[in-house]
């Protein structure tokens, strides 16, 4: 009789990791004690900044790196106790470029498979060259491949032994739109088939787009994790924009309470807590002020805001490349 599948595609419990000393150098930690769980076909994301010991643990769960401490089991298995089977449950897209310029595309894919053990006949590598958008590229040399080109196959790469968990390593770094956007199609495709989607990323929007679930890493440590729409509900803020008949140049007196402020544009930026004052109670003070509205927008608080007060740090922004 078939196994059930576990609840968690990962459970992590008292990860540590010391990376040690050379000459005088100290030892460094680089994770404390971390406990995580990622529910099987979630898609969860993993943020911090650099240096939070994200891709530490990342290389974990890869086999790359030893761990000093704690039990990590993927799919349900122990990584220590069945390591070779454990590797085989996770498909990992490292942020590197790590290809053989010499292969091909569906070289590289076939070579892939074997090391995994799986049979010629249950190879899929047309399926992962059509899905990721090289089959026109299939027998091109690696090095002739355009930067994007060349991530799109290491997704397939990490997708050749039909792995129920992948991890995605900052993906999406350096890419131009159209790549990010037909890869997260991808990604939503697999999630949908029951693929359990673990995502690191610095561009906050994406996460917060894509992701149910999130944990923030900062300093080897998580300092928080939760379903994304928990995370948001954390900040208490908002603002309210209003646009008056003329651009305003400071902000009315009766309004001035140190939570106003006047942008660029000549609008006028209330900020308020959303538990404590309804947005009619700012409309009315904003009419008692003598402003006459003509537009006003209400903005919510963003993961970039928690993210920023968790850890200090800012976020990186959306970009696009050509």
Not at 31 to 45: K, M
Not at 195 to 204: C, D, E, Q, S
Not at 211 to 217: N, P, Q, S
Request: with cysteine; glycine share 8%; net charge neutral.
């Amino acid at each position: 009789m078939a196994l059930a599948p576990p609840s968690h595609a990962l459970s992590i419990r008292g990860l540590g990791k010391v990376y040690r000393g050379t000459g005088r150098q100290p030892d460094k930690r680089a994770l404390h004690a971390v406990d995580l769980t990622v529910p099987r076909g979630s898609c969860f994301g993993l943020l911090g900044p650099n240096g939070a010991g994200k891709s530490t643990m990342i290389n974990i769960l890869a086999g790359l790196v030893n761990k000093s401490e704690g039990k990590v089991e993927i799919f349900g298995i122990d990584l220590d106790e069945r390591p070779r089977l454990a590797r085989r449950a996770i498909g990992v897209v490292p942020q590197e470029l790590n290809l053989d310029a010499f292969f091909t595309p569906r070289e590289a894919l076939d070579l892939q498979a074997g090391l995994y053990g799986v049979p010629a006949r249950e190879r899929i590598t047309d399926e992962l060259l059509q899905a990721v958008g090289l089959a026109d590229k299939a027998d091109a040399y690696a090095r002739t491949l355009s930067g994007g080109m060349r991530r799109r196959l290491l997704v397939a790469k990490a997708l050749v032994h039909r792995p129920p968990v992948v991890v995605l390593d900052e993906p999406t770094a350096g890419v131009d739109v159209e790549l990010r956007r037909s890869l997260w199609r991808y990604m939503r495709e697999l999630n949908e088939q029951g693929v359990t989607i673990v995502l690191t990323t610095h561009y906050l929007e994406e996460a917060q787009q894509l992701c149910d679930r999130i944990a923030i890493v900062d300093r080897g440590r998580v300092v928080a994790c939760d379903t994304t729409g928990a995370l948001l509900q954390r900040l208490d803020e908002k603002c309210l924009i209003v646009r008056a008949d003329q651009p305003m140049r400071a902000v009315p007196p009766s309004l001035d309470d140190g939570q106003a402020a006047v942008d660029a544009e000549g609008r006028l930026v209330l900020r308020y807590r959303r538990s404590t004052v309804r947005v009619e109670q700012l409309l009315d003070r904003v009419r008692a002020a003598g402003v006459t509205i003509v537009d006003l927008t209400t903005q919510e608080a963003d993961l970039e805001d928690l993210f920023v007060r968790l850890t200090g740090h800012a976020a990186e922004p959306m970009t696009s490349t050509a």
